[in-house]
């Protein structure tokens, strides 16, 4: 038996006349950037995940950027990130000249850890960006209480997070801004490349429209720095059709969790622990064991597929070598990055197909 870390293809198969027809609609309104199917997704995507407010742009890495950039942060600011998360969280803090300052995570949810950020905040720190990472929410309670306290904007990085909850509120509320990928392998995803900033505060969503569609108020005339971060007309159509499917498909993935939680109690490996306060949705489940590689290479051989999110933890990445972290100055993520291993959650995964990945779990010693 074969299972892959992820089949797009059997998700194709429940939505491809959904899809063909919404793309026709595209055509014959030759509508392709922004326009009506952008605007009911703002809606829509506004409405599903609890927000006054949802600005489409091109990806989830500009919308980072643009809600940096809506809150005028730049050159000689600082931005507190965790130290294990995708490179985008904080490659765009410096896209927009500002410096990104890693705090560790907490071993359990491989979130950043709150009682961690107060020791990397400056007189010249900004904002922080938690990511709610695999689908599960950051302790946004204490997070904000920092925020608060050191009066910071903060911006909820939710790529891996639409529909995931915390105290009962949708991922992406808590604060100043929320931002969504629907890069291709996310929960909800486009047929290429879109994303959308969440905000409950109506200044702000003026802000970031203004700043996606190059600082532009009127026609040709440009009141502040902006750039071209405008959603796809075609991607707003597919996301709108999608969209529609996101609950079921998350309850999918939570049933596999919950099956995975069952049927691998007595292996080798340490399944992945829920905060309580969280609805967890799963974009990944991820597991974790010292003998990562070598239960990497067994599920291979036995034909399932398997990932490593992340090999490196960002403050040991080339990348950001110049902000002169060594290693052993975050020691949980170096740790997690070593030790975490994601399985197959794909909606459409069958109950053959996970008592197989299972299985085969069970017999690694
Ligand atoms: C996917 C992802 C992004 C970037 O989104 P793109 O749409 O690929 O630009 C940012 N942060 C996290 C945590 C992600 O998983």
Known sequence: MKVPLLDLAAQFRTVEAELREAIDRVLVSQ???????????????????????????????????????ALNIGPGDEVIVPAFTFYATAGSVERVGAKPVFVDILADTFNIDPDA???????????????????????????????????????????????????????????????????????????????????????????????????????????????????DGIQAAALRVKLSWLNQWNENRRKHAARYNEGLQNSVVITPPVNEACKHIYHQYTIRSPKRDKLRAHLNDAGIGSGVYYPIPLHLQPAFIGLGYKRGSMPVAEQASEEVLSLPVFPEMTAEQQDYVIETINQFK
């Open 31 to 69: 509508q392709y950037v922004l326009g009506p199917e952008a605007q009911a997704l703002e809606a829509e995507i506004a409405e599903f995940c609890g927000a006054k407010h949802a600005v489409g742009v091109s990806n989830g890495s500009d919308a980072i950027v643009a809600a940096l950039m």
């Open 117 to 231: 950020i107060p020791d990397a905040v400056s007189d010249k720190t900004r904002a922080i960006i938690p990511v709610h990472l695999y689908g599960q929410c950051a302790e946004m309670d204490r997070i904000m209480a920092v925020a608060d306290r050191h009066k910071l904007a903060v911006i909820e990085d939710a790529a891996q997070a639409i529909g995931a909850e915390y105290n009962g509120k949708g991922a992406g509320n808590f604060g100043n801004a929320g931002t969504l990928s629907f890069y291709p392998t996310k929960n909800l995803s486009a047929i290429g490349e879109a994303g959308m900033v969440l905000t409950n505060d109506a200044k702000l969503a003026d802000e970031l429209r203004c700043v996606r569609l190059q600082g532009q108020t009127s026609s040709y005339e440009h009141a502040r720095l902006g750039a071209n971060f405008r959603i």
